[in-house]
């Protein structure tokens, strides 16, 4: 089975300045994906970056980082230069890439962390 | 990105009544898609997977006459809530995984669905 865990409900930043969110995760399938989604009050669900598990290096998208520790289970997310337009609820997920898995394909997803960010 | 569809936006129906809510990937095929229901400022909790020309898969829980799922073809997945209760109303997302890409799956805007 498997599990993510965001343990920050909420996070607060300020306007340009750099906030990271945590996710870990647990998992016994030795090839996974790891996904960040961002959730605006809209309700759609906007794609952010992957890291797979095999992947050497941490995954960049823009301002968009992931800082992936295999050893220690976690797939924080961090985002540089905070905008207001980057206040919403955040997602970490994770799949498993095991094809013929009972999981394969299925996207677990933690339990959120609402950012908001002050001017 | 690729683009997922749904509709309805939004609907409202009265209780005893079916819903029928569309799932579409636009510019791509999807063999699986999969339906997400989602309550106010929590989690998205997978109901079942639905793959092209076969059964859904439900999850645990999830009751399968309630929540029929049909997948007709590689563009489209439809989610039918029958015989709504208020308890059924909640937020329902679609999710389309592209065909050979594990890592891309593009969800759809979401319907959100209240029933009186």
């Known amino acids: 089975a498997q599990k993510i865990t965001q343990t920050q409900p909420g996070m607060f930043v300020q306007e340009k300045e750099a906030v990271t969110l945590d996710c870990t995760y647990d998992t016994s399938d030795p090839s996974y994906g790891l996904f960040w989604y961002k959730q605006p009050s809209s309700g759609e669900m906007i794609f952010l970056i992957y890291q797979g598990s095999y992947d050497q290096q941490n995954a960049t998208e823009g301002r968009y980082s992931l800082n992936f520790q295999k050893a220690r289970k976690s797939a924080n997310l961090v985002i540089s230069a905070s905008q207001l337009g980057d206040s919403a609820m955040y997602f970490c997920?994770?799949?498993?890439?095991?094809?013929?898995?009972?999981?394969?394909?299925?996207?677990?997803f933690g339990q959120g962390t609402i950012l908001t960010v002050h001017p | 990105g690729a683009v997922v569809s749904q509709h309805p936006s939004r609907v409202i129906c009265k209780s005893g009544t079916s819903v029928k809510i569309e799932c579409r990937s636009l510019?791509?095929?999807?063999?699986?898609m999969f339906w997400y229901r989602q309550f106010p400022k929590k989690s998205l909790m997978l109901m079942a997977t639905?793959?092209?020309?076969?059964?859904?898969?439900?999850e645990q829980g999830v009751e399968k006459d309630k929540f029929l799922i049909n997948h007709a073809s590689l563009t489209l997945s439809t989610l039918t809530v029958t015989s709504a209760h208020p308890e059924d109303s909640s937020f329902y997302i679609c999710?389309?995984?592209?065909?050979?890409?594990?890592?891309?799956?593009?969800f759809g805007p979401g319907t959100r669905l209240t029933v009186t």
């Open positions: 510019d791509f095929q999807a063999t699986t």
């Open positions: 997920a994770m799949r498993s890439l095991l094809t013929g898995g009972t999981s394969y394909g299925k996207l677990t």
């Open positions: 999710s389309a995984r592209v065909i050979d890409r594990a890592y891309e799956q593009y």
């Open positions: 639905s793959n092209e020309g076969s059964k859904a898969t439900y």
